[in-house]
C-alpha cells in the first residue's frame, strides 16, 4: 500500500460500467465486487468508493473524498464549492451531454415557463428547477421525485423538469419538452484543500489528461501505410490527420513509411483514396489513448 492515496468517488448506478470501461482505456483496471461499495483498481495510490453522482459534489466539497466523476448538473443542483478538474464527455448511451428539460403532456395548455405560474412541477433537481423558475420570474409549487417523473402528469404534477439524453422516454410517456433547463456533462472534480496539495494535485492532473486522452481516442484510429516517395505528396494531400504525419525510412530508399491519426468516421472514405494515391500495406489500427 502507497503511503500517499488519493481517495476518488466514483459513480454508481447508470454510469459505473462506462466509467469502468473510460478508466480501463486510460490504463486502471477497476473490478467491482459482489455487494461492496468499494471497488478495487489496480493503482496502490488510488482508493476508491461508489457514490451516487446525484451526491458526489457534496462529499467532494466537505473533504470525505479528494475527487469524484459527477455531472455538472449535480455540482449546481447541490450548489458545491468544488474544483472543477475538466470535462469528461461520455455517457451509459452516447457522447452526447444530457439535458434536464421542462415537459408536459402532448395536450397540454402550457406553451412556456411562463405558463406555469401557479402550477405543480416534479423533478428529482428541486433546487435547480427552482433557480431556472426564479430566473424567469414564475412562481410555482416544486416537489421532489423520487422516481418514475414521467408518469406524474397530467395527474399528480403539471409538468416535470427531468435528465433526458435520447428524449425516448419522454415521447414513451407521450410527453413533449417544452424548454431547456440546463445541459450538463460529467466532471471531474476534486476538493478545494486537496487541490492545493501538490502530491494529491499531480495524481489528479495525471487522471484528468489521460481520461480525457481515452476519450478522445474513441472517435480516432491510426493509419500505418508505405507509400512510394515519388507519390508521397498526393497521399498526404488525402490525410486530416491531427499533426503532420510520422514520415519513417524503410529499407529500401524509394518507400517510406506513414503513419497519421484520423477521425474513425473518414477511414472508409479515405483509404480507397489513399490507395489510388499510391499507398501500399494500409493499415487501421485502434488507439486507447490520443494525447494533444
Sequence with gaps: MSERVLKLGLPAGSLQEATAELFRKAGWKITFQSRSYYPHVDDPELSCVLIRAQEMARYVEQGAIDAGLT?????????ARVVEVCELVFSK???RPVRWVLAVP???PIQSVRDLEGKRIATEAVNLTRRYLEQNGVRAEVEFSWGA???KPPDLADAIVEVTETGS??????LRIVDTVLVSTPRLIANERAWQDPWKRAKIESLALLLQAAIRAETKVGLMMNVP???LDDVLSVLPALQTPTISALSDPQWVDVLAVVDE???R????RLKQAGARGIVEFPLNKVID
Excluded: F, H, M
Design 71 to 79: 455531472g455538472y448538473d449535480w455540482i449546481v443542483e447541490n450548489n
Design 106 to 108: 402532448q395536450d397540454s
Design 93 to 95: 448511451v452516447s457522447r
Design 149 to 151: 417523473t414521467e408518469v
Design 169 to 174: 422516454s419522454l415521447r414513451a410517456n407521450n
Design 229 to 231: 516517395k515519388d507519390k
Design 269 to 272: 472514405d479515405i483509404i480507397p
Design 265 to 267: 468516421s473518414t477511414v
